[in-house]
């Protein structure tokens, strides 16, 4: 009897699961990610490809550098895949702190720390009305086109916190380099039985971005004075030297 009452209640527990699964919604969202040299001509421009996949309030987005390095060995990137992990239930989001100390960090952020100004213009992406959406942040200036028409507020990267989902967006900062991601494919279902995005940093040690921000200060400051010492002033490059992630960007003079 016993046993009986247990397979039964088996029997509930996966039913319930496979009903909460088959009601789950995912979006899976295919992005090209740009990295452009608006003003140095002798540095190159890079692609490479970027996923983020939603479910139950997880997301994780994905920049393949990876197959890109492998493709281009002259890649101007990381060698190794970076994701950025969101928990939005628990407003906690997460990625790896790229030159602190070593690769074992990783930064906490809050989800909702973007301060977006919705402007008026409108233009139909993949036949999505979108909107036009600027910000600061992390040092660039931030364009991005949203849609509501996909009510997930997410997108590429650490950039979220719109009532949609963004197809586009693209940055510039003080150093002229542009960061660049254009939505490329989008699969949204109602009804997923996929899990959900695993958390990708289980054994990092985690630092809050204003540690972060002023280690690599002091590190790009010391590194970028030595530079500007050192190279020659070239046709196309000034005095001013920069160092430039989409955390920061750190200049020598100032």
């Not at 029997?11 to 699961?17: E, R």
């Not at 070593?102 to 009305?129: C, G």
């Not at 693209?170 to 490329?184: C, M, P, R, T």
Request: proline share 4%.
């Amino acid at each position: 009897m016993k046993i009986l009452k247990l397979l039964l209640c088996w029997i509930i527990f996966t039913s319930v699961q496979i009903i909460h699964a088959q009601e789950a919604t995912r979006l899976e969202v295919e992005y090209s990610e740009y990295k452009i040299q608006t003003k140095n001509p002798y540095a190159p421009d890079t692609y490479s490809r970027a996923k983020l996949v939603w479910q139950d309030n997880i997301s994780r987005f994905t920049s393949f550098y990876e197959e890109a390095k492998e493709a281009d060995p002259d890649f101007d990137g990381y060698s190794f895949n970076v994701n950025v992990y969101k928990d939005f239930e628990k407003n906690e989001m997460y990625a790896r702190a790229m030159g602190y100390k070593d690769f074992n960090h990783v930064i906490l952020d809050s989800i909702n720390i973007i301060n977006w100004t919705i402007q008026d213009s409108v233009k139909y992406i993949k036949n999505m009305k979108s909107h036009l959406a600027t910000t600061t942040f992390r040092d660039h200036e931030w364009e991005v086109w949203f849609t509501m028409e996909i009510p997930i507020s997410d997108g590429p990267w650490k950039l979220t916190g719109l009532p949609g989902l963004i197809l586009e967006a693209q940055s510039i900062n003080k150093a002229d380099l542009s960061y660049k991601f254009v939505a490329e494919n989008i699969n949204y279902t109602q009804n997923s039985t996929l899990n959900i995005p695993k958390h990708p940093f289980p054994d990092f040690d985690l630092i809050n971005f204003d540690e972060y921000y002023q280690h690599t200060l002091k590190e790009d400051t010391r590194m970028l004075r030595y530079v500007a010492t050192q190279q020659p002033v070239r046709e196309g490059i000034t005095s001013r030297t920069c160092y430039s992630t989409m955390e920061t960007c750190n200049c020598y003079p100032e």
